[in-house]
Nanobody
Framework: VQLQASGGGLVQTGGSLRLSCLASGSTVRINDMGWYRQAPGNQREVVATITREGVTNYADSVKGRFTISRDNAKKTVYLQMNSLKPEDTAVYYC???????????????WGQGTQVTVSS
C-alpha cells in the first residue's frame, strides 16, 4: 500500500491550499483516513480525520478553516485549507487504515509528507 500526498506549497497568510492523498496497491477496504502535521520541534498532531461513512473530526485549531473530504471510489482523501496562518506551517502527512485482505485487520499506513509553508 502506498499513500501519495500532494498539494503543499508556499502561501501567504489568509491564503488557501488543497492537499490530496491517493492510496494505491492492495486496498481491499479503507476505513478511517486523516491528515496529521508536524512542525519543527513539535510532535506530530492530528489535523482532521474522516470515517468511511464521512463522519469528520477536526483539531480545535483548524475548525472552521479546514475541510476534510474523501472519494472512496478514487481512494483519495482531501484537505481544503482556507484562511491559513503562519502557525499552520508544517509537514502534512496523510494516514489511512487499510485492510489489504478480507481476512486481516486494517493497519495504519502513512504518506511521505508534503510541506506547507505560510508566510506572514
Amino acid at each position: 500500500v502506498q499513500l501519495q500526498a500532494s498539494g503543499g506549497g508556499l502561501v501567504q497568510t489568509g491564503g488557501s491550499l488543497r492537499l490530496s492523498c491517493l492510496a494505491s496497491g492492495s486496498t481491499v477496504r479503507i476505513n478511517d483516513m486523516g491528515w496529521y502535521r508536524q512542525a519543527p520541534g513539535n510532535q506530530r498532531e492530528v489535523v482532521a480525520t474522516i470515517t468511511r461513512e464521512g463522519v469528520t473530526n477536526y483539531a480545535d485549531s483548524v475548525k472552521g478553516r479546514f475541510t476534510i473530504s474523501r472519494d472512496n471510489a478514487k481512494k483519495t482523501v482531501y484537505l481544503q485549507m482556507n484562511s491559513l496562518k503562519p502557525e499552520d506551517t508544517a509537514v502534512y502527512y496523510c494516514n489511512a487504515q487499510v485492510q489489504t485482505t478480507p481476512w486481516t485487520l486494517a493497519v495504519d499506513h502513512w504518506g511521505q509528507g508534503t510541506q506547507v509553508t505560510v508566510s506572514s
